[in-house]
């Protein structure tokens, strides 16, 4: 069985640039979707030892030596879609571009596991129209897969499915503690590299990529409306709080 | 301008879009016979038959906008729809409104900021925020089967809902609250009856567990008291706060939490916490 995860590299702290109106990367540490970690347990679970694990990631070259651990994990192929091309998608934009990715690299793969989103995004909308490029059946905040079965949580009910593959499942953030590394991957990790692919290669339509290919644009980006000048309680501020609690019939 | 608003449980999208136009039709994921307003509903289980019913109804109305609550099924529906259709689709909007002719999605951002996002095509696709839930007639549920070939749905299970959602008391921690005093807050829970919530960093760190996490990717919650200990009031924590009072302490003056605070109390949680306990103590 092939399984693909696909992976985002994000900043650590997120920085708004006010003025380009996008999250601005530089200089700031960056770090795997803490989700995309928890996702890839869940394939990591599945998996026998005939299988394959695949990590393909978008973003620009140098989210490479991020990648690169990856390997750490026990991934066998990381995978990096970059190409200046690519820069400002949008999530109609990103999933296009996921989805010629794992056309190209992994046509034949099983199942796509995705976390349920970024931190630094959070739209969650990426895997319904991932799913919908690649025409196939796909389900979010799963919180456990068998062979036989795959469980998730709605708002208020857990649902039980029957699947085939191909499939794509988005994965909850609490359906495990995150896949970590181990000793043996740790030693044949060594000198093992992200492959970068980039549009020659991939022959994407340019004009459904990055900017051209976003169906949506960040118009304005405007604080939030803080009142500052709020007056705090400095002093008798837990006798405030206990009375209130009495008056509410609390305490 | 006609708007085509699909719901569940929630009533935020429909309220949103009544705000920027007279002309709405909603349509219901779930089923919803009293409701004359609605056209009739279907209780959905899949993607495929979401988007179906989305496609049928955009087909009879030709909307100008379609509104969706962000609710699992048809949050799924909506983004597998989008891509199908290769829409733009706004995410999580809490507030929309219309300039130059354009509707214009309120995103919440980081650092306090929100994103204002349109869409380049139409329909003008936009997720909402689901907060305020509607009543609906579950008298006579009609579950309409959709054989799917791909995905069999064997059954789902109600589970037992988060305390935390009809707690009458709440406490949440944030990130100015040092992990040795966690134990400590537990105990003043346990004293006023009150449950533990906390923010999505707390969590992350693996201080108290995921389920307990307040807001956007959380859980509502709808206390009498929410009593914030180190929390400064982000945007993605507090939409997920309908208290009727709050009380909050931090260490920084300008926290946002404090200007929607009932008692907004200056300090460090390692220091108002003692004195909190013992003015309990006293009054209780």
């Known amino acids: 069985m ?6 985002k590299v994000v900043p650590e702290k997120i920085k708004f640039n006010k003025e380009t109106k996008r999250i601005d990367r530089s200089g700031v540490k960056m770090i795997l979707n803490p989700v995309d970690l928890v996702a890839a347990e869940e394939a990591n679970k599945l998996r026998n030892s005939n299988d394959e694990l695949i990590a393909i990631s978008m973003g620009p070259p140098s989210a490479a030596e991020t990648l690169n651990s990856l390997y750490k994990y026990g991934f066998d192929k990381v995978y990096l879609l970059s190409d200046p091309a690519f820069a400002g998608s949008d999530t109609l934009a990103t999933a296009y571009i996921l989805s010629m990715g794992i056309k190209k690299l992994v046509p034949d793969f099983d199942i796509i596991f995705q976390g349920d989103y970024s931190i630094d995004g959070a739209t969650g909308q990426i895997p319904g129209e991932l799913a919908a490029f690649l025409g196939i059946p796909f389900l979010t905040h799963v919180n456990s897969v068998n062979r036989k079965e795959i469980v998730r949580k709605t708002e208020t009910h857990l649902e039980r499915f029957q699947f085939i593959t191909p499939i794509l499942l988005s994965v909850s953030d609490d359906a495990n503690y995150g896949i970590s590394p181990n000793l043996f991957y740790l030693k044949v990790s060594i000198g093992k590299n992200t492959e970068i692919i980039n549009n020659d290669t991939l022959k994407a339509n340019t ?3 990055g900017l051209n290919g976003s169906r949506t644009l960040v118009s304005s980006v405007v604080q939030n409306e803080v009142k500052t000048s709020t007056e705090v309680i400095k002093e008798n501020g837990a006798e405030q709080a206990a009375k209130l609690l009495k008056e509410v019939g609390i305490i | ?11 935020d999208a429909i309220r949103t879009a009544k705000e920027i136009s007279d002309d709405i039709i909603t349509a219901s994921f779930k089923q919803c016979a009293d409701c004359a307003e609605f056209v009739p509903g279907k209780k959905i289980t899949s993607f495929e038959s979401g988007v179906s019913f989305i496609e049928s109804v955009e087909e009879k109305t030709s909307p100008d906008a379609i509104f969706f609550s962000d609710e699992t099924i048809i949050r799924e529906s909506a983004s597998f729809f989008a891509g199908k259709r290769r829409l733009g689709l706004i995410s999580h909007s809490n507030k929309v409104f219309i300039k130059d002719g354009k509707i214009i999605g309120v995103v919440p951002g980081w650092e306090n900021l929100s994103a204002e996002v349109f869409s380049l095509t139409k329909p003008v696709l936009l997720l ?3 907060k305020e839930k509607i009543t609906l007639n579950k008298k006579s549920p009609e579950i ?8 069999k749905f064997e059954g789902s299970a109600e589970f037992k809902k988060n305390p935390l959602e009809n707690a009458n008391v709440v406490i949440g921690i944030g990130r100015g609250v040092r992990k040795n005093l966690i134990p400590k807050i537990e105990k003043l829970a346990e004293k ?3 449950e533990i919530g906390c923010t999505r960093p707390v969590a992350d760190s693996g201080l108290i567990p995921l389920n307990k996490v307040i807001g956007d990717s959380g859980v509502q919650i709808n206390p009498k008291v929410y009593i914030a200990f180190g929390i400064s009031g982000a945007i993605q924590h507090m939409s997920g706060v309908n208290a009727n009072y709050i009380i909050s302490i931090n260490s920084d003056a300008n926290a946002p939490i404090f200007s929607v605070s009932t008692l907004p109390i200056l300090g460090k949680a390692e220091e108002v916490l003692p004195q909190f306990e013992e003015w309990i103590k006293n009054i209780s």
């Open chain 1, 207 to 209: 004009e459904l990529c």
């Open chain 2, 192 to 194: 006023i009856g009150a």
């Open chain 1, 2 to 7: 092939k399984i693909v995860v696909t992976v």
């Open chain 2, 1 to 11: 301008m006609r708007i085509l608003v699909f719901t569940g449980e929630h009533n």
């Open chain 2, 144 to 151: 309409i089967k959709v054989d799917s070939s791909l995905l």
């Open chain 2, 128 to 130: 909402l925020n689901a």
